[in-house]
């Protein structure tokens, strides 16, 4: 299949040193480089300015998606501006070396409220709170209804049963423990949550994709619940870290951010000993790395 890939990176706040030394990062290995960054005044014309909070920068895709619609690409790989991916990863090598499809989109995981995770996640009650009826947006037709979300989430093969109540009362915060005791476990609208700071996505997932991260956005539903959530509405073929040949590198504690010490934060250094096993390593603050 003849590709054309568009890797979109995406800034959660305005760092324009940061332009210069990501194209530096990448132009060897992708022909066509855009930067999604928040209120961005600037003349570079590889720079796309959005106009909403890093908390719903499912938004910051959808903004975009009109800068890069209509351009010939097959595929958008989305990554933040703070994540490095391995320097195998390329335009021309990213499904043999990911071991998918050119018709799979890609997030690392898909995380259902029904099966909890490893630790309380606190957006569990903006999640039950959700409900995409809200003033001031008019969404009739622009997301699916409850009632096509729950097929799409079928479809999947994605509980949309009610949470157990042993996953609310796993919060931590005493004063909301009786609350947790007495207020509903059902979804008011089908969701899910993933870490959601890398994609794949085809071109004929983006319209639907796009679209459903703007009306997210607009309702103010955590970008972390938006952008998994919308692309189980809009995708057939998923994708997760489980299923690819390299493991994601998201480090959430000092254990696992152990793997950057040898570097002592030099960038060349990183670069050309990337640990092989892994797709990308998350997060790099380009700012602190010689």
Request: charged share 25%.
């Amino acid at each position: 299949m003849e590709t054309k890939v568009a890797l979109v990176v995406i800034y959660n706040h305005r760092y324009d040193k940061n332009i210069a030394r990501v194209k530096s990062i990448y132009a060897k290995r992708f022909s066509y480089i855009y930067h999604v960054m928040p209120f961005y005044d600037g003349d570079k014309q590889d720079v796309i300015p959005v106009f909403e909070s890093s908390y719903c920068f499912s938004g910051y895709i959808s903004q975009a998606w009109t800068h890069l619609q209509g351009k010939g690409y097959t595929h958008f790989l989305i990554v933040a501006d703070d994540l490095i991916l391995n320097p195998v990863i390329s335009e021309s090598s990213i499904w043999a070396e990911l071991g998918i499809d050119y018709r799979d989109s890609y997030i690392d995981e898909i995380v259902c409220f029904q099966h909890g995770g490893k630790r309380w996640w606190r957006r569990i009650i903006d999640a039950l709170d959700y409900t995409p009826c809200q003033l001031g947006v008019e969404l009739k037709g622009i997301l699916p209804s409850k009632e096509e979300a729950e097929r799409r989430f079928a479809f999947h093969g994605l509980p949309i049963t009610p949470i157990p109540r042993k996953e609310l009362l796993r919060n931590p915060r005493k004063k909301d423990f009786i609350k947790m005791l007495t207020r509903s476990c059902n979804l008011k609208y089908p969701l899910v949550r993933a870490y959601s700071d890398i994609l794949l996505l085809t071109s004929d997932v983006m319209p639907k994709f796009s679209q459903y991260c703007g009306a997210f956005a607009a309702t103010r539903l955590f970008v972390e619940m938006a952008v998994p959530t919308a692309l189980v509405l809009s995708a057939d073929n998923i994708k997760l870290g489980k299923d690819i040949k390299l493991a994601p590198g998201a480090m959430w504690t000092q254990y696992e951010l152990r793997i950057l010490k040898p570097y002592n934060l030099q960038l060349d250094k990183l670069l050309n000993n990337f640990p092989s096993q892994k797709l990308y390593l998350h997060p790099i603050k380009l700012s602190q790395w010689k």
